[in-house]
């Protein structure tokens, strides 16, 4: 496993639509392995293949640090409600911005086997999945940001303080 580059706004990748995955092969199997460190190492919780120079249809996400997923070729079914909120972006870091999204999502996808799934997410889930997925058609967040990015500090790790 390995951390890899993210890729920053500006870089042409990340305005591409990914191409859908056939089959699973171990390099993408590493790639998936890869991703989900790459995604804890900046401490996010969602990344798209594209945003470590990738052109699959591929992510990963984590909401709660429990419960990973993979969503291979993932097709949003419905949404329904709406939820605004402050959002960022791994490949724009130190910005958010406040978008509104929709609240509940229904997706299906492939599994790391291959195997076909639905998946409902509400809250920070749903707008995990729908961030990823507008990745995956070469779309960034900031198309969607009502008003002005806003700077946000760098999430860090938290030290005792020795007395």
């Excluded at 958010?96 to 799934?117: C, Q, S, W, Y």
């Excluded at 990823?132 to 938290?158: A, F, N, Q, R, T």
């Amino acid at each position: 496993m390995a951390i890899r580059n993210i890729r920053i706004m500006g870089d042409e990748v990340l305005d591409k639509i990914c191409k859908p995955v056939k089959k699973m092969t171990p390099r993408t199997r590493q790639l998936i392995d890869d991703m989900f460190d790459t995604m804890y190492d900046g401490c996010g919780v969602g990344l798209a293949a594209n945003q470590v120079g990738i052109l699959k249809r591929i992510v990963v996400i984590d909401t709660t640090g429990e419960d990973p997923y993979v969503l291979i070729n993932p097709e949003i079914l419905e949404t329904s409600g709406s939820q605004t909120g402050q959002e960022g972006c791994l490949s724009l870091p130190g910005k958010a911005g406040i978008v509104t999204r929709p609240d509940h999502v229904k997706v299906k996808a492939l599994d790391e086997n291959m195997e076909e799934f639905v998946l409902e997410g509400d809250g920070l889930l749903a707008r995990a999945i729908c961030h990823e997925c507008d990745h995956l058609d070469g779309l960034m967040y900031v198309s969607k940001v009502e008003g002005e990015l806003m700077d946000v500090e760098p999430i860090e790790e938290e030290e005792e303080e020795l007395e």
